[in-house]
């Protein structure tokens, strides 16, 4: 077989011609104007920059954090119970800061009417200042005598077995009297 080559095709260059008209309205254009539209440029490329800066720093960052680190968070961090309902995190945090270094003070609230329900969380730097936390158990907070015992995690399954009040009784099935 033959390879017949393709047809060379001549191009042909046209050249635009520019009219006075067209340098007149280059001129025209006032500077301010070129300014502030190149200064927008540069803003909006400066914003897309952080937020493509944000969509991969939320890409590294663990959405929810490992089993390991749960147990390490809830080795030190105790529960604050009864707890009056118009106390602020900043007061709890100023009760238990002689005992450590606070990472965060977690009041619950109601999920419906974003009431408190009374209780609170507060997570430590270490697992020493859990120890001096205890010491405040009973101590007064707006004339309520406040519970502070070691943070407890639920796991489901781990708890006591549900007992049956008795065994099923069985009963025997009917034999009937052959004939």
Known sequence: ????????????????????????????????????????????????????????????????????????????SVFVGNVDYITTPEELQTLFSPCGIIERVTILTDSYTKQPKGYAYVEFKDKASVANALELNETSLHNRPIKVVTKRSNYPGMGPRRRRRGRRRRFPAYHYQPY
Not at 8 to 25: G, I, R
Not at 26 to 55: C, F, G, H, T
């Open 1 to 76: 077989k033959e390879e017949v080559p393709a047809p060379e095709v001549e191009e042909t260059e046209e050249k635009s011609s520019e009219t006075p008209a067209d340098e007149t309205a280059d001129a025209n254009i006032d500077p301010e104007y070129i300014a502030k539209m190149s200064q927008q440029v540069l803003d909006l490329q400066e914003e897309a920059a952080r937020i493509e800066q944000m969509v991969k720093e939320s890409q590294t960052a663990k959405a929810h954090p490992t089993p390991l680190e749960k147990k390490s968070a809830d080795e030190r």
